[in-house]
């Protein structure tokens, strides 16, 4: 038996069976370097995925092991309970890099908890267990993630600590408003969310959360200015505007260091994860002082903001600073964009590819009907990880492939990316 095949026996026995894998075949990721891994039978991968949009500035980047090394032999953990310099220094730029006011910035452990800070926060600012959220999004596995994630693949529950309306985002190829011009769209979902506070809230609901690209959802990509028009709407009622930023953080976007700047909006609150860490688990709330010192009791986070993942995140922001890596991606985005395009052309199955900068999303679907290809999807990933190249998958039927590769990714790697998913998308269409 091969070492994949046993540590899968393994992993069945002893690992809830929702933890879903990837590939009929899965594999252990074992060593990484730049944009390249090796599995643990010696199998090398161009990643196209980074861990779930999680190594941002690359695998093994020397300043980065570094400052993990420099501070593990100093001190691992203290806890909250104590003042941490490299918190307080990440703390201090989060705050400044936010765009948001005379900001305070609470730091936890992932981004479902960070989800869970800021709708703690804004329920106990407005008094209020009502939320807004948008369908087809996805918020994390905690039990308050999931009660705003519209996406039944994901939420597996019910219950729930919040009366949760969703509204129309902005995935227009799937929209009763879609074959709309984008003005008139974002008018639509407008008037619908202004229907929804007048018939399905009681008062004022706390917040509105949401991604300004929806990750798991498939990358859906509203039109710019889309949540401006919506927070008039919350602004006129008091509802904050939460931005989960989660994926779409630390100029992935290219254009902007924040999916919200797209959107001539501010948020309340802001929450983010993943790539901040380059791989050690750090997320956190970053909000306007007044909604962040409201909370009336007393809280900590053992590990939230501890030493090891605080100086890990300050070395891999200044590897992003140093190499201006959210100008890489907005070039290297354009790039895969005009690939992926390309490609679109040829293969009718592939019925919107969409995105910005290094999170694009290719939706397959039947050409005529528009019905989900899940099935050719799984095909196209299985494809392309024979070819060597790994990418994600996402979407409400999980029929979007998701290319998000590092940000440092290099001219070079894209077009070798290219071709590998361009071979792959072809024997998998039989185009
Ligand atoms: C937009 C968004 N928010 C929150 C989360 C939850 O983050 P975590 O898995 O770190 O709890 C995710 C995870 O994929 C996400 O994509």
């Known amino acids: 038996m091969g070492i994949h095949a046993d540590l899968l026996r393994r992993h069945r026995e002893v690992i809830p069976n929702w933890v879903g894998l990837y590939y009929d075949q899965p594999i252990s990721l074992a060593e990484g370097s730049g944009r390249h891994v090796m599995d643990a039978e010696g199998n090398r991968y161009l990643d196209f995925f980074g861990g779930i949009l999680v190594t941002m500035v690359g695998h093994a980047v020397p300043e980065v092991v570094d400052a993990i090394k420099a501070q593990a032999e100093q001190m691992l953990h203290s806890s909250t309970l104590y003042l941490i310099e490299a918190q307080i220094e990440l703390a201090e730029r989060i705050a400044e890099l936010s765009g948001i006011p005379d900001a305070k910035v609470f730091f936890v452990n992932s981004g479902s908890e960070a989800n869970d800070t800021a709708l703690m926060l804004a329920t106990c600012y407005r008094s209020s267990n009502q939320v807004l959220a948008i369908r087809g999004s996805y918020h994390g596995k905690s039990h308050s993630a999931m009660a705003v994630t519209g996406n039944a693949a994901w939420s597996g529950t019910s219950f729930s600590p919040f009366q949760v309306t969703y509204v129309h985002g902005g995935y227009k190829l799937r929209s009763p408003f879609g074959h709309l011009p984008d003005e008139e769209f974002t008018a639509r979902c ?149 690939g992926l395009d390309h490609l679109a052309h040829d ?79 072809r024997r998998a269409t039989g185009a």
């Not at 901040?276 to 956190?284: F, P, Q, S, Y």
């Not at 005529?368 to 050719?376: G, I, K, L």
């Open 190 to 338: 407008v008037d619908d969310l202004r229907d929804l506070l007048d018939i399905a809230v009681a008062g004022v609901p706390a917040a509105l959360i949401a991604e300004p690209i929806q990750g798991v959802g498939g990358f859906v990509t509203p039109p710019d200015g889309f949540f401006g028009a919506l927070k008039d709407v919350l602004d006129q009622r008091g509802t904050l505007f939460i931005s989960d930023e989660v994926q779409t953080g630390w100029g992935r976007t290219g254009d902007n260091f924040w999916g919200y700047q797209a959107h001539g909006v501010t948020p309340d609150l802001l929450t983010f994860a993943k790539g901040l860490g380059n791989g050690m688990a750090i997320g956190g709330v970053v909000g306007r002082r007044a909604i962040m010192d409201s909370y009336p009791a007393n809280a900590l986070s053992t590990f939230g903001g501890n030493p090891l993942a605080t100086s890990a995140a300050l070395a891999s922001l200044d590897v992003l600073e140093d190499h201006d890596l959210q100008s890489n991606a907005h070039k290297r985005g354009a790039q895969l964009r005009s």
């Open 347 to 425: 293969i009718a199955e592939i019925v919107e590819v969409r995105g910005k900068g290094l999170m694009l999303g290719v939706e397959l679907a039947d050409p005529a009907t528009r019905r989900p290809d899940t099935v050719r999807t799984a095909r196209i990933m299985e494809e392309a990880k024979s070819e060597g190249l790994l990418i994600g998958k996402g979407g409400l039927y999980g029929n979007v492939l998701r290319i998000a590769p590092p940000l440092s990714v290099t001219e070079a790697e894209c077009d070798e990316g290219l071709a590998m998913l361009d071979a792959a998308v």
